[in-house]
């Protein structure tokens, strides 16, 4: 038995293997073609760019300084949208299972948002808050907030019925129904909805950027298609590819960590 484990163990590790080899195999043949096409003129350069003239970008920015601002300004704005994304909704959607008549009256204006276009909002939060930070966050929130309720609130009815009927014949008060039977079986739901935030809060902040920052990621993406730097453009989504893939690593291993936790429970 342990040798079958063993060799099930040691099958796993040469796939692992082999995925990981395969998608570095795939991404240095995608650079390497697109370095040559962009060299040898094969494409436009001015476009398209290629790889080391965008490595170098980044490191005259990164050399001088200018880019962190931008980096620290978007990453703020990420998490903060991030952070009361995730409260928000989850009090939402305890207020909704708290008080179900707030619940039939809410849920078709909760469709209706959820399926409006959030960025549809943005020249109303900019009107209403000003041209800065705090319009950038209230279209993260537009975009985080209705996504995480919904998810939380569908989890918290599906919670299984025998559970709470017996909870509720041994004299458990609603505070306690909640506290010992809902949360903790909406718990995976909640950590698996974090990691789903982390991207809305980038497309959220994106998005606010592009609409009315003079500061962040999104600026240098517009700034750059405005005075046709492409190399701009792309060494940008470069520096958003590898700062959000770095928060969305952080937020697994949290995930991992409380689930851990849970389960131990």
Known sequence: ???????????????????????????????????????KKWIDPLLFSYPSKMLLQLWKTMADGSIWPHVG???????????LGTILGTAIAALLWWFP??????????????????????????VGLGPGFMSIVAITLSVTVIITTLNIYNQFREIDTGYIKV??????????????????GSF????????VNVGLAWI?????????AKL??????????????????????????????????LVAALERRLMSGWRGK
């Open 1 to 39: 038995m342990k040798e079958l484990h063993l060799r099930f163990k040691a099958r796993n590790r040469k796939i692992t293997t082999a995925v990981f080899a395969t998608q570095a195999v795939l991404l240095l043949l995608f650079i390497g073609l697109w370095e040559a096409a962009g060299t």
């Open 216 to 249: 962040g990621l999104g600026y240098l993406i517009i700034y750059g298609f405005q005075v046709f730097n492409f190399t701009l453009v792309l060494s940008s989504l470069i520096v958003i590819a590898v700062v959000a893939t770095i928060m969305y690593q």
């Open 73 to 83: 300004m978007t990453v703020t704005e990420t998490v903060v949208g991030f952070v």
């Open 188 to 195: 995976p739901v909640i950590i698996s909805t974090l990691k």
């Open 167 to 184: 909870v509720r014949l041994l004299g458990a008060s609603r505070f306690q129904l909640f506290k010992l039977v809902i949360m903790p």
């Open 101 to 126: 008549f707030l619940s039939r009256v809410f849920d078709p204006y909760l469709v209706v948002l959820n399926s409006m276009p959030k960025v549809a909002l943005g020249p109303i939060f900019i």
């Open 204 to 212: 959220g902040v994106i998005v606010g950027e592009f609409l009315v």
